[in-house]
């Protein structure tokens, strides 16, 4: 399965992609990185893996749709199967979605629907929760609100912060993204309403 994968930040998640993907029997390939600005880690993953990698930053464009349509059009040029945004911090727009129904998955750092939005990890410790966790999902038009393809949970500690809770989140993100990632390519997938059935479709 050919994947791209969007960034906007450390690209860890990237990274742990990267990495599987050296194995064929994987499953997948990452075919291009694209992301909403520059100078950032990871694309540098990316460059240093020899991914091609696109950059499209809402400020360069008239409106928002105009940027979605970029996006999209950069990303349909490596005629994904997959679509991975993986701390991509931007929502893209329904004209995106329509070109890739049910083929884009989103990371979230907490258990959805609990604690969605761009401060999972922290709402969560705010919030006072005893276990928290990641949320692997498909993209739909709402803040994360898709159909769950996977879920790993973690404990909060008396003694964590934002950013000890976030890592030691992070840690399993990751693992739970190439555990899934790897199953939708080999197996296949559907979405029945909210429920994301793996395997091939008969
Ligand atoms: C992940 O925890 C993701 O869920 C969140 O931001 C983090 C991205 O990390 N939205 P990285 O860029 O993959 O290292």
């Avoid at 990871?42 to 749709?65: C, M, N, Q, S």
């Avoid at 884009?104 to 276990?131: C, E, I, R």
């Avoid at 979405?191 to 008969?202: C, L, T």
Wanted: proline share 5%.
């Amino acid at each position: 399965a050919r994947l791209v994968v969007l960034v906007s930040g450390s690209g860890t998640n990237l990274q742990a992609l990267l990495d599987a993907c050296t194995d064929p029997a994987y499953g997948a390939e990452v075919v291009a990185v694209g992301a909403d600005r520059e100078g950032i880690e990871g694309l540098a993953r990316a460059e240093r893996a020899g991914i091609p990698t696109f950059v499209h930053k809402v400020k360069d464009y008239a409106d928002r749709a105009e940027w979605d349509r970029a996006l999209a059009d950069s990303v349909a040029a490596h005629a994904p199967d997959l679509v991975v945004s993986a701390g991509f911090m931007k929502l893209v727009g329904p004209g995106f979605l329509a070109r890739f129904p049910d083929r884009m998955l989103n990371t979230h750092p907490a258990l959805l629907p609990s604690f969605p939005g761009m401060h999972g990890a922290a709402d969560a410790l705010a919030y006072g929760v005893k276990v928290t966790g990641a949320t692997l999902f498909v993209v739909d038009g709402g803040v994360d609100t898709g159909p769950i393809v996977a879920q790993t949970v973690v404990p909060v500690e008396d003694d964590d912060t934002v950013e000890t809770l976030h890592e030691r989140i992070k840690v399993a993100e990751r693992a739970m993204l190439v555990e899934s990632v790897g199953r939708l390519a080999r197996e296949g997938w559907r979405v029945e309403g909210r429920h994301v059935r793996i395997g091939r479709v008969h």
